[in-house]
């Protein structure tokens, strides 16, 4: 089947048209800034632009940065508190004129890592890790996803929430450099580890395409690994999404 797969993120918007086959891409990669702010009309009419750009009128699948439930959004870190509350897959729904199915971001990156990625077909407990603006994460045992966990808004034992103290956009903002940040991104996995015993850590999202820069600095008994489609497995896993929600209402 063939999916229009979007990833919203707090610097761009992407798109590609996903063969759910395969995860791979059958299309090219439209992306475009996320609008700032970024309210439920500036990013609809983003997501109109991917849509457009496309020539797509088929079903959408859309990986969201902020928990979802049942295509609402609930939270609102990195995008505007005008979403919360708002059937998200509904507003887009009309904004496109297409079916949409809408999950958290870092949740759908996981569900592409677990199918065809970095975890394919490995057991036991499986935390997927995004570093963006926000962190993000996906939790899965036995290949079946617990959605919405939010760890990134953990507090650590310095005090600090973890996504203030590790995320791409404070490494940016505090000019950190790799070992510095890394530093910080193992305590957080540290965190992680001793609450969840994983199987298997991976990392996705912009700073996964950097792992060598940051490698030496992680110390977790966990084998850490990067997205096998690094910050692509956003869009692919958006369309994995959606196949499921399809094929569940066939
Ligand atoms: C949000 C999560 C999201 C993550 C990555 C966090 O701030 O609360 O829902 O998955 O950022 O975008």
Partial sequence: MHILGIDIGGTGIKGAVIDTATGELASERIRIESPRP???????????????????????????????????????AN????????????????????????????????LAEMR???????????????????????????????????????LLDNGLEAESYASEAVRDAENLRWKDWGDRFNHYLLAMERLFWPDLIVLGGGASKKLDKFAARITTQTPVVPARFLNQAGMIGAALFAEEKLKATE
């Fill in 38 to 76: 970024a309210t439920p009309e500036s990013v609809g009419a983003t997501i109109l632009a991917v849509v457009e750009g496309h020539r797509w009128s088929g079903p959408i699948g859309v990986g969201f940065p902020a928990a979802i439930q049942h295509g609402v959004a609930r939270t609102a």
């Fill in 79 to 110: 995008i505007d508190p005008a979403f919360i509350g708002l059937s998200v897959a509904d507003h887009f729904s009309r904004q496109t004129g297409c079916p949409v199915y809408v999950a958290n971001d870092a949740d759908v990156a996981g």
């Fill in 116 to 154: 065809f990625g970095a975890a394919r077909g490995v057991a036991g407990v499986v935390l997927v890790v995004t570093i963006g603006t926000g962190l993000g994460t996906a939790l899965f045992g036995d290949g079946h996803l617990l959605p919405n966990t939010e760890l990134g808004h953990i």
